[in-house]
């Protein structure tokens, strides 16, 4: 799980992208979207929900749920250029790295 | 009775060191997110005990959370107190050079010698450590892609405390001479720098405490490790940059080979002393080239500087990390070396 680290950033800010989420839905994002992949521990995506909200790229704010209040993070303008830019990399770097690992198939 | 969000809570707030309201809602975000966490292990029949224990065990480890977030304070205050120096640091350059290059303050404070020595001589030392510090912090992990921790970390650390030792006779000269006849244009930066310094040095020394909260103990970069590893990083992201690097590289090897003791005096990474011997001549001339170009050249000026320059490489460059270790002593960084002789 040390590499899913590196890139917990990009991964926050592209689950943000589909909609305001609180870190208990986010987490549970991040592992409905890998198909049970990412089993990060819990409390991991705060310290960088925290980073992404200094950085100017989400932003926090209260919403009440079942009685409850909580906060949720959306992104900001600049996460989601942020967001496209992330994306454009990666597709770059997994393209490379796939037509690598495809000659030896 | 035990009660392990508690306890989860009470371990990590105890090695939580950022300010209160930030550990209230860092407090208030996990007890929350271990609420919902609880809940659904219930849900799936687990009972209230076992249930806070799954809850708290699935949240991960309570001491390394929140290293992290003292490590990510520790990173914005070391980048915000880098801007926050370099801007005192341009301030001060400003009103070092406004009276250098007209006519000085009617009676400068405290003594005509000391109002020219003091920035002549301590904003060029506060002018490296602040760029240094800027370089580590902000410019290097955006272009390597890199988180700051480490070694380099503690480095920024020492720049930024250095470059804040050197600006407080700065600052000190600069409130002297705020009373005195100053016209308005030489006396806003020195009031600039009156009331900004002590804002500065302060966030400075305090970012400088905590970049012991980044450090890593396999991490044994200097300064000049880090601009090899930015140089390498921009290679494949700015275009032509690889050609550049290829180019320099090869060039520079082709040189070692060719004049191996000429290059030696230029090569600050495997030799460092007489590369700064190198550095020291030629920013005194350098820095005295203006005066060449006017006809009014004073040698001993320009020795003065030179030796300054040195010597302050001697004292400093060490705990600066602007000096290279030895190539036999030290375990090969991950990056290639930028050149190697």
């Known amino acids: 799980m040390d590499a899913v680290r590196g890139h917990l950033d990009g991964l926050v800010l592209a689950v943000l992208a589909t909609g305001p989420a609180h870190g208990y839905r986010l987490i549970d994002l991040l592992r409905e979207r890998s198909g049970g992949f990412f089993e990060l521990p819990e409390g991991s995506v705060y310290p960088a929900l925290h980073r992404l909200e200094r950085a100017g790229l989400i932003e926090s704010g209260w919403s009440a749920e079942e009685g409850r209040r909580r906060r949720v993070y959306a992104l900001t303008a600049g996460g989601r250029r942020a967001v496209d830019e992330r994306r454009r990399e990666w597709r770059s770097f997994s393209a490379a790295v796939d037509a690598i690992f495809g000659t030896g198939a | ?341």
């Open chain 2, 1 to 341: 009775m035990r009660d392990p969000m508690r306890d989860f809570l009470d371990e990590m707030l105890t090695v939580l060191r950022v300010g209160t309201g930030r550990r209230r809602r860092i407090a208030a975000e996990v007890s929350d997110h271990l609420t919902d966490l609880i809940e659904e292990e219930r849900h799936r029949g687990a009972r209230p005990e076992e249930a806070a224990e799954r809850a708290v065990a699935r949240f991960g480890d309570p001491r390394a959370l929140a290293a992290e977030f003292n490590a990510d304070l520790a990173r914005h205050s070391l980048g915000r107190a880098a801007w926050a120096l370099t801007g005192c640091v341009t301030v001060a350059f400003a009103a070092a050079g406004l009276p250098l290059n007209g006519a000085p303050p009617a009676r400068p404070w405290p003594s005509p010698a000391v109002f020219y020595a003091v920035p002549e001589l301590l904003v060029q030392l506060a002018i490296v450590c602040g760029l240094n510090a800027l370089f580590l912090t902000v410019v290097a992990p955006r272009l390597r892609g890199a988180a700051l921790a480490g070694r380099p970390a503690a480095l920024a650390g020492r720049n930024l405390a250095a470059a804040t030792l050197a600006l407080i006779p700065v600052a000190v000269v600069a409130a002297g001479n705020l009373t005195g006849s100053v016209p308005f244009a030489e006396r806003l930066p020195l009031a600039v720098l009156t009331v900004g310094f002590p804002l500065a040095g302060c966030a400075a020394l305090r970012a400088a405490g905590r970049a012991s909260w980044l450090a890593s103990p396999r991490d044994d970069e200097n300064v000049l490790d880090v601009i090899a590893a930015v140089c390498h990083a921009s290679a494949g992201r700015v275009p032509y940059a690889d050609l550049v690097l290829r180019t320099v590289s090869s060039g520079w090897r082709a040189a070692c080979r060719r004049a191996p003791r000429l290059m030696r005096w230029l090569d600050l990474r495997h030799h460092p002393w007489q590369a700064a011997a190198t550095v020291s001549v030629a920013a005194g001339i350098g820095l005295k080239t203006p005066d060449l170009l006017i006809g009014d050249l004073d040698p001993l000026a320009a020795v003065i500087e030179a030796a300054t320059v040195y010597t302050c490489f001697a004292a400093l460059g060490g705990l600066l990390g602007l000096r290279g270790g030895r190539a036999d002593d030290r375990s090969e960084p991950e990056h290639a070396p930028l050149v190697t002789t």
